[in-house]
């Protein structure tokens, strides 16, 4: 539960953590997506992107670099609609230039990690998504330190159905039970090739390893999420997928992982 005094935590109902026991899975794509079906489901929605090295989620919403302003509550987060309904936290607003690396060490990252969690003013949301850098670094244990003060209801954990990605969210699902974090369920990415012209499905990689990862461990599978050019392209380009392609099959995978979420979370 959260404390009486939550700070900028306080009108936020939900935190859930992304997670990826590597790089390349999709993890930032499955969050951009998530907060999108949430959305258009009618929550209001935080991302606070603290994969440092890597923030692209400012790209995938289309909300380029604008200015971050501050106010009594600290800084204010960038809305990606008109109806403030989707706020967006990421480093990327805060490089000088977009081709900046982040070449810190620990002490720094974790400085910055300790301001984003509380210095954010977020307002009233349902949900706040916190999309992680890959792995189980000492990232991730200064963004739960620092949610702990306030609440962290728990983690999805992305992956692709190849072996070499599931024995890697294996130590993730590991890291979540060492450090008491209940894992919502397990989301597995790249799960099969939408063809754009037939829309048949084929397995380039191979299928199910996500499941099977949840059925040994005893967690939750969310659901898998295909390979779907129409989806790439729309985060290219930073455009809705949810909205613009509701018949499609992969729209139907991301909303009914997002229903699924909704229930976990039993946000009404």
Known sequence: MAQKDGGNLAQVRRVVLVLSGKGGVGKSTITTELALALRHAGKKVGILD???CGPSIPRMLSVGRPEVHQCDSGW?????DADQSLA?????FLLEDPDDAVVWRGPKKNAMIGQFVSDVAWG???????DTPPGTSDEHLSVLENLRKHRVDGAI????PQAVSTGD????ITFCKKTGVRIIGIVENMSGFVCPHCSECSNIFSKGGGEELAKLTGSTF????PLDPALTTCIEEGKDFIQA???SATFRAINSICRSLLSSLEVS
């Not at 967006?88 to 990327?92: A, F, K």
């Open 124 to 130: 009233e949301l349902d949900v706040l998504l916190v």
């Open 76 to 80: 204010v987060p960038v809305y990606t």
């Open 50 to 52: 603290v994969d440092l």
């Open 245 to 247: 392609f509701p018949e």
């Open 88 to 92: 967006l936290m990421s480093i990327g």
């Open 169 to 172: 969210v294996r130590r993730e």
């Open 157 to 160: 954990l992305v992956t692709t």
């Open 222 to 225: 969310l659901g898998s999420v």
